[in-house]
């Protein structure tokens, strides 16, 4: 009776706590579900893989590798077992985690709309932030004097992230203004990726340490670290007292001196932000000085009580494979498929993928004045050069007008649309950034500040060749073979 009883409570009580676990197989979706819907399969995806992109990726799957290693120590044929054993685990550790978005973009709202911002806010999970001032600063004539002041000013606290920290001029200038401050009782924390910043030198590294100033390196190559040696910070944070702070694409060293007038001085950008937009820059540091150093940043000198200094509302993005997904890529996706009038992109290394590509022929197709600048001649990266060249063809065929600029190395990051919408930061337009690097972005809307930016695009076109489609079916032999060579690595460039 009692059996009997239990056994009814359970019949009729599904949400009733069972004593025993129902078995897996019962757990499993109905058959008709374990598949999507019919909706979700007659969408169409944004970017559809070539074969020969197929194929090239297939080169960069671990298994196959691993597969073809375990069958050669099988028969004691090592020399293949060795070497396939080795590209199989730099396949696994190359691998990129975080695919591009292929469906859902395709809007009906336009950037000038309460829409664009909520839903740029809500997909990367990074509000905008009232009560900024932002300036734009061009060129090391401009933001190496500013930084180096606000270093000068600094009372409780300066944090520098850093990709690029090189000896030299430069270099020397910053680190005898940061042992200064640091002699003088501020609290001064410089985090350093180990790679990026390999050559500093003793001499600069001897004037931080002894002035005080704590230095840590960001994922240092060692044994035990080697599944995660693909992750750099590409960041260029420097932020003072917690209240103002620059970014961008300059790291420190003395080829961004100068105003971009040949080819030692490099071609860059900075912005100056002031307000609470500041925070998350702050917060980026600190996290990744934690997982560094162990050491948890708090208090008043890092996170001030920040009131209002201007009249721009900012969004600061803080991307990292950390989070499975580049909140960078999902901001340049959206305010391309959002564009109404215009999209401007200056970038050194533009590598779109399939997705982006996509993306920017129908953004064109819908009547949009879409440019891309990137460096040309002087670009410093063999790899990023041949691999933007070879994806030129889908975009001028489509009617978009790619320049190169070949005065000097053009290096910042930076977009703006439709006169109203712009970001500038330090995510270059490619997989390495997108899936690999920790970087930032500022993004303001704001009428001014985007024409100002604009105009600035339109003053380096004046230096810049424009590609055509004939001359670039024209290129020869040569270059045809290197962007061949190169395309193998295009998900590391």
């Given amino acids: 009776m009692v059996k009997q009883r239990r056994r009814m409570l359970q019949t009729a009580d599904p949400l009733r706590p069972r004593s025993r676990p129902v078995s897996w197989a019962r757990r499993q979706p109905t058959r008709g579900w374990r598949h999507p819907s019919a909706q979700v399969r007659a969408r169409v995806p944004k970017g559809a893989l070539t074969v020969g992109t197929r194929l090239r990726r297939l080169l960069w799957w671990w298994w196959p590798w691993a597969l073809i290693s375990i069958w050669a120590v099988i028969y004691d044929n090592w020399i293949w077992a060795i070497s396939t054993g080795v590209m199989a685990l730099l396949a696994y550790l190359t691998a990129i985690a975080a695919p591009p978005p ?76 940061l042992a200064e401050r640091a002699q003088a009782g501020v609290t001064v924390k410089i985090l350093l990726d180990a790679i990026g910043s390999a050559s500093i030198g003793r001499e600069i590294l001897k004037t931080l340490e002894d002035g005080g100033c704590q230095v840590a390196w960001y994922n240092p190559i060692h044994w035990y670290t080697i599944g995660r040696f693909n992750n750099r910070t590409h960041r260029k944070s420097l932020i003072v007292d917690g209240r103002i702070a620059f970014t961008g694409g300059a790291g420190i060293a003395d080829h961004w001196k100068g105003n971009a007038r040949g080819p030692e001085e490099w071609r860059d950008m900075q912005v100056r932000l002031a307000g609470p937009a500041v925070i998350p820059l702050q917060a980026g540091f600190a996290h990744n000085w934690q997982k560094t150093t162990g050491e948890l940043l708090s208090g008043e000198i890092y996170y001030p009580s920040i009131g209002s200094t201007g009249r721009l509302s900012a969004q600061t993005l803080m991307s990292s494979p950390e989070s499975g997904g580049s909140t960078v890529r999902i901001m340049y996706y959206l305010s391309i498929v959002c564009a109404r009038r215009s999209i401007y992109i200056a970038n050194p290394y533009f590598i779109p993928d399939a997705v982006a590509i996509d993306t920017l022929i129908d953004a064109r197709k819908r009547g949009i004045d879409v440019r891309i600048m990137v460096s040309g001649d002087r670009n410093d990266n063999w790899l990023a050069r041949h691999n933007s060249r070879r994806l030129f063809g889908p975009l001028l065929k489509a009617g978009i007008q790619i320049f190169e600029y070949d005065r000097t190395m053009l290096h910042h990051k930076t977009m703006v649309v439709d006169g109203v919408w712009l970001t500038i930061g330090t995510t270059n337009f490619d997989n390495r950034s997108f899936a690999h690097n920790e970087e930032s972005n500022v993004c303001v809307f704001d009428r001014a500040l985007a024409r100002e930016l604009e105009s600035i695009f339109l003053d380096d076109m004046a230096v810049c060749e424009r590609i055509e489609l004939g001359k670039w079916k024209q290129r020869g032999l040569w270059a045809r073979t290197q962007e061949f060579l190169a395309s193998f690595l295009e998900e590391q460039a």
């Fill in 102 to 177: 292929r469906y859902g973009l395709s809007h009906e709202f336009e950037v000038e709309s309460e829409e664009f911002l909520n839903t740029i806010a809500g997909a990367s999970s990074a509000p905008f932030l009232a009560g900024n001032s932002v300036e734009l600063l061009n060129n090391g004539d401009a933001f190496y004097p500013r930084m180096l002041e606000a270093i000068e000013d600094a009372d409780v606290s300066i944090t520098i992230e850093a990709y690029i920290y090189w000896a030299g001029e430069i270099g020397l200038r910053f680190g005898r203004a």
